[in-house]
């Protein structure tokens, strides 16, 4: 299952870096895009080791479970309310203010 769903960040990362830098002209600053994006991974990777380590003495790993599963969705929430839509629609990219449904 993770490595189902780690296959949807990763491609989903990438298309997003390569929009961001062709529609602001920074084709040549896409590796230190790409760089950030997975230093940010590795140290969320670190951070929750770290949280694993010292939060299940606190916690049994049912309450770690329910925690951790509510941040995961807030921060889907906030990927779908506030991160920029970026799409290609017939010619230049358009950055769309809202989100768009995740059919459309």
Known sequence: MTGFSAGFLWVSQ???V???CEKYGAMDKKGEMFGLINSAYCMSNVSAGLIITFGLGFFDAKTY????TFLGLLATAYC???????KEENGPLV???QSQSLIS
């Open 14 to 16: 990438g298309r997003y």
């Open 18 to 20: 390569h929009l961001v």
């Open 65 to 68: 479970f329910f925690i951790t």
């Open 80 to 86: 779908l309310f506030f991160v920029k839509n970026i």
């Open 95 to 97: 950055v769309h203010e």
